[in-house]
């Protein structure tokens, strides 16, 4: 697959939304056809009678921890109308590779970043909203109904992502470890790490409080989060398991593997090692925009590209499916 892009005819706009009234039931209603390609996503990987089941579990898992955004996901189940919203908001089967640095302008921190998810028309359906907390605005680079933040940037605060690590091998078999890994979610009333990073966003004024927040605070399950300030030193690499964490410090790149803990798992994704090489080498030097995209960074299930500089206000984002990139390329500054 080519990362340029030469035809535009066949492109699609990442629309903008003003979600600082509700937040992800606003991105929904705003555009629902979008919302509804999602869910209809899931349910064709899933099965309905999974997502069904899924939605039951992760209801009940979410009001047993009194998880703050129930409410919020509440209404986007309702305005879905159908069963998934609940699930789908608690999946973690994505893979990703992350790199943040001083910016090659000189001014601030960059973070460069792709996720791959193997659900088909995500690439799609991407949106830009804009979310505010009580520290102000950020933009969340994100999916109608999601409420949870993956990936996003707060002007003049940092920008953030989540990568997911390997998930734990108990047994010689994967689907017995996937089952003890999620009884062992199931049992433990810390925040969903999409959900910590949401709360990060909504409630820190500054890198420095973003960062202590990100290494202390009790997690469901474990989660890489790369950070990146407004100045070129801030930036750093959290690798966290449920309840301590390793601290890399700027610059950083990161996959789908721990590289500071012997964790055994099972990898993510294609070719993590060499994802977080080619991230390594490209980082520092590339260009704003997305030619630092290419394989194996980029491979069938890459859906998203972003480029976000906090101290500038700066985020560039391109949507791809299976066979290429599907969106133009949206920039901010956008309305304000």
Known sequence: MDSQVTETDHLVEIPYVDATDAG???VARAEAGRFQAVIRAGREHYGSLAIGVG?????????????RLIDEIA????????AGAWLLNLSYEWSCTTGAGPDPSGKGNRMLRTLDWPLDGLG?????????????PYYNVTWPGFVGVVTAMAPGRFSAAINQPPFRRWTKSCWVDWGINRSRLMARRALPPTHLLREIFDTCATYDE????????????????????????????????EDDGTVHDNPTSCANHW?????PGHYRGTDSVGRRELMSETRDDAEDGFDWVKAPILNETTRI?????????????????????VTRDFRRPVPS
């Open 24 to 26: 992800a039931i606003d």
């Open 55 to 67: 939605d039951v579990v992760s209801r009940g898992w979410l009001k047993r921890q009194d998880n």
């Open 75 to 82: 209404a986007v189940d309702s305005e879905a109308g159908k």
């Open 124 to 136: 799609e359906t991407v949106v830009v909203a804009k979310f505010k907390g009580k520290c102000g």
């Open 210 to 241: 973003a960062k202590e927040r990100l290494i202390a605070t009790p997690l469901a399950i474990p989660a890489f989060f790369t950070l990146s300030g407004t100045t070129p030193e801030q930036s750093c690499l959290i690798e966290r398991e």
């Open 259 to 263: 590289m500071a803990r012997d964790v």
């Open 305 to 325: 590209a972003v480029v976000a500089n906090a101290l500038e206000g700066k985020l560039m984002v391109r949507g791809y499916e299976r066979d290429g990139v």
